[in-house]
């Protein structure tokens, strides 16, 4: 009999044994919760004024590192959206904003800075430095974020930690994921089992279009 018991769970941590699933499937579930699960990650970046001493790309890349707080139920991945379009949409992208403003002392710019047009994707981390400012430098950027998965770019990464390890018994398996908390623990892994079961689903339908 096939079951999933779920040993420890926490936001970012979560343990659960795997009963009767063949290895192979379970290895599945564990690569999809590492970098199988859209989440969101700036994808897109419009530099509007950069006086400071980093280069617009490395602006551009320590954004788009940012772990942003995710939501599958409001938002798809673009390729899956009906606008079509390049520029995306209300249910595909979020902009997020960032306006330094000019002041007299040194400052550091960090993830609390940006301010995003939508009231859950939003750095998890507040205190992420992003660039030091000299007295008079300033930053102002607008960053798109989307949906993406790790297999992709890392930045899309949705776990940090997803081992697989032997249970007791035959056909016991014990999977420990931890989150880069752009979802969590227990978010990761129903998406994940979602996602298995899609594909294995698609991959019926392949063979049974072959034969
Ligand atoms: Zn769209």
Redesign the pocket.
């Known amino acids: 009999m096939t079951s999933l018991d779920i040993i420890e769970e926490s936001e970012n941590r979560i343990v659960v044994k795997l009963k009767g699933i063949p290895l192979q499937y379970a290895n599945a579930l564990r690569r999809i919760c590492l970098s199988g699960i859209p989440t969101f990650a700036v994808d897109d970046v419009v530099i509007i004024e950069n006086s400071s001493v980093l280069a617009d790309e490395g602006v551009a890349h320590r954004l788009a590192m940012l772990p942003l707080r995710t939501d599958l139920t409001r938002f798809v991945e ?1 390729s899956a ?3 079509h ?1 390049d520029v ?2 209300s ?3 979020v902009l997020l904003m960032l306006d330094s403003g000019s002041s007299d002392t040194t400052r550091t710019v960090t993830s609390q800075d940006l301010s995003s047009e939508d009231e859950v994707v939003k750095p998890v981390n507040p205190n992420v430095p992003i660039v030091a400012l000299a007295p008079g430098q300033k930053l102002k950027v607008e960053a798109y974020a989307r949906l993406g998965r790790g297999s992709e770019h890392a930045k899309w990464n949705s776990s940090t930690i997803a081992i697989l390890t032997e249970g007791g018994n035959p056909e016991e398996h014990i999977l420990a994921v931890e989150t880069v908390g752009s979802l969590t623990a227990g978010e990761v892994v129903r998406s994940a089992i979602d996602e298995l079961e899609r594909r294995l689903g698609e991959f019926q339908q392949t063979i049974a279009a072959l034969s």
């Open positions: 673009p959206c009906d606008c379009s995306g949409c249910k595909c992208r």
